[in-house]
C-alpha cells in the first residue's frame, strides 16, 4: 500500500522540475517603505511636453501601508506656478505602480517585477549613484520610453528620464527622510562619532603632554 507521502512525491518532483526548467523563481515581494517616508525631485523638461506634462517638481509622501498595497500624497509643480494634489494607491503584488514610483525592495540584476501597462521588467543591473545628499546603491531599468533608477534599499525612484518624439523629462531625487545627507562622504552618525573619537584622542594627548611638562 501507497503512503500519503509517497503519493505526493511524484507530482511534486514533477512540479520542481518544471520550474527549474522554465526558470520560473517564486520571488517574495518587499516593501521597502514606511508611513512617513517623503522625497523631493527636480524635474527638468526639454522640447514641448503637453501642458499636462509640464511639471517642474515633485513630492511623494508615504502615508500609509497595508500588506503590498502604499498609499501615497503626491504633489506636482507645473511649468505656469500651477500646483496639483493627488491621493494615488500603488500595489507591488498587482502591478500597480503609477509611473514606477515604487517597486519591490532589494531587488538584483536579472529579478523582474510586474508593471501593470508595460508588463514583465527586467532589472538590468546596479551602481552607487549620488542622490539627495548620500550615496546609494541603486538598480535601473528601461522600458521603450523610459529608463529608471530606484533605490536598491526601499525601491523609491530616484531618477527617471522619458524621451518622446517632441520633448524629453527628467526627474531627479533633491530631498527626502529616508536617509541623511552624508559629510565629507561618511553618514551624519559615524561622521560624529569618528568626531567624538577625534577630539577624545586630542584632549588625552594634550592632557599627558601637560603632565610630562609638570614633571
Known amino acids: 500500500m501507497n503512503t500519503l507521502g509517497e503519493k505526493f512525491a511524484l507530482p511534486v518532483a514533477i512540479i520542481a522540475v518544471f520550474l527549474i526548467t522554465t526558470g520560473v523563481v517564486c520571488a517574495e515581494i518587499l516593501v521597502g517603505v514606511k508611513k512617513g517616508n517623503w522625497i523631493e525631485y527636480q524635474v527638468a523638461l526639454t522640447g514641448s511636453p ?3 506634462h509640464e511639471v517642474t517638481w515633485a513630492r511623494m509622501e508615504v502615508t500609509d501601508v497595508q500588506g503590498k ?5 503626491v504633489t506636482s509643480q507645473f511649468a505656469n506656478g500651477t500646483i496639483l494634489y493627488e491621493s494615488v494607491t500603488l500595489n ?35 551602481e552607487e549613484r549620488n542622490y539627495a545628499g548620500a550615496t546609494r546603491t541603486v ?3 528601461s522600458t521603450a520610453q523610459s529608463t529608471y533608477y530606484w533605490d ?8 527617471g528620464e522619458s524621451e518622446f518624439p517632441d520633448y ?15 559629510i565629507l562622504g561618511l553618514e551624519p552618525t559615524a561622521f560624529y562619532a569618528v ?19 609638570k614633571k
Do not use: C, M
Request: no cysteine.
Open 195 to 213: 568626531l567624538l573619537i577625534a577630539a577624545t584622542v586630542i584632549i588625552a594627548v594634550t592632557a599627558f603632554l601637560a603632565l610630562r611638562r
Open 139 to 141: 538598480v535601473y531599468a
Open 168 to 182: 524629453t523629462i527628467h526627474s531627479v531625487a533633491e530631498k527626502t527622510n529616508i536617509w541623511q545627507p552624508q
Open 69 to 73: 498595497a502604499i498609499n501615497l500624497d
Open 50 to 52: 503637453p501642458a499636462d
Open 92 to 126: 507591488l503584488e498587482t502591478g500597480q505602480l503609477g509611473d514606477d514610483f515604487i517597486i519591490p525592495a532589494n531587488l538584483n540584476p536579472d529579478d523582474t517585477f510586474i508593471d501593470q501597462y508595460h508588463g514583465s521588467i527586467t532589472i538590468t543591473g546596479f
Open 152 to 159: 536598491k534599499a526601499t525601491g523609491i525612484l530616484v531618477e
